[in-house]
């Protein structure tokens, strides 16, 4: 059983999966333009993703009897500040995300959903993957920034991810 607050906030949840993957997509279109097209490709892939996340909460509750209410999404970022730019905003944001999906945790366990207890623990090892993954390039950006041949190497490292 799903009470009305819990569903409310996978609602807001899917939303915020779209605008997610709307993000992505802005910075895969920004990569694409800037010729950081291993960043390109990435992003694209990132974007896909964040559909795949989305729909699974859309499915959960339409599988538990509940009502799927789509909302606007927010426009995203277009312009950013070079290739690590992304990268630390994308971190900031998965880290937005990973708050968020917390609070889901924390409704669930405070109504007692089992269901969604159980459902959103797939969530919570995900954001483990995706700060992870963030970080890791983040990380790296330390070796490259202001040196062209270090970020076209990195950006085709990336690229080979995607
Ligand atoms: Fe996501
Ligand atoms: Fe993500």
């Given amino acids: 059983m799903l009470s009305k607050r819990l569903v409310d906030a996978i609602n807001d949840q899917i939303n915020y999966e779209l605008e997610s993957s709307y993000l992505y997509l802005s910075m895969s279109a920004y990569a694409e333009a800037t010729d950081y097209l291993g960043s390109a490709a990435f992003f694209k892939k990132q974007a896909q ?5 989305a729909m699974k909460f859309f499915g959960f509750l339409n599988e538990t009897g509940n009502r799927v209410l789509l909302a606007g999404i927010k426009g995203p970022e277009v312009e950013f500040e ?3 730019d992304l990268y630390r905003k994308a971190l900031e944001h998965e880290k937005t995300v990973t708050a968020r999906i917390h609070n889901l945790v924390d409704i669930a366990a405070e109504d007692k959903s089992h269901e969604a207890s159980s459902f959103l623990r797939w969530y919570v090892d ?3 993957e995706e700060e ?3 970080n890791m390039i983040v990380g790296k950006l330390k070796f490259v920034e202001g040196s062209k041949q ?3 190497l990195l950006d085709k490292e990336i690229g080979s991810r995607a």
Avoid: I, P
């Fill in 49 to 53: 993703e964040e559909v795949g996340h």
């Fill in 126 to 128: 995900e954001q483990v």
């Fill in 150 to 152: 270090g970020e076209y």
């Fill in 132 to 134: 992870a993954t963030f």
């Fill in 82 to 84: 070079g290739f690590g």
